[in-house]
């Protein structure tokens, strides 16, 4: 038995016809375009963002003190069981 395609061709016929890795080889170039405007992009666009996030401060040691200075002075609490609940639940856990 010999199997055969819509129009009568035999499939071994038809599948040298297909050009089965074309999309296999063109990726590398689609790929290399891709790259090449991603790599345009983040020089115009994230690298005054990157260079700006970098003289920022690791802590906003401000702002640290003020909520040192609030807990101390009662006006705003610390749950310690709520913030065990949202880092189980962050992290994958029932909460």
């Known amino acids: 038995m010999r199997v ?3 129009n009568g061709q035999p499939l071994d016929k038809l599948a040298d ?11 590398p170039a689609v790929l ?10 983040e020089s115009s666009t994230l690298q005054p963002a990157k260079a700006a996030l970098a003289e920022m ?7 640290v003190d003020m909520l040192r200075e609030a807990l101390a002075r009662g006006e705003i609490t ?3 069981g709520r913030l065990a609940k949202l880092i189980q ?4 856990g029932r909460g």
């Open 89 to 92: 639940r962050f992290h994958g």
């Open 17 to 27: 016809k297909i050009e089965i890795g074309k999309t296999r080889e063109a990726a």
């Open 57 to 63: 401060p690791e802590i906003d040691q401000a702002k």
């Open 4 to 6: 055969t395609g819509q």
């Open 78 to 80: 610390f749950d310690a």
């Open 32 to 41: 290399g375009a891709a790259t090449a405007a991603d790599a345009a992009l």
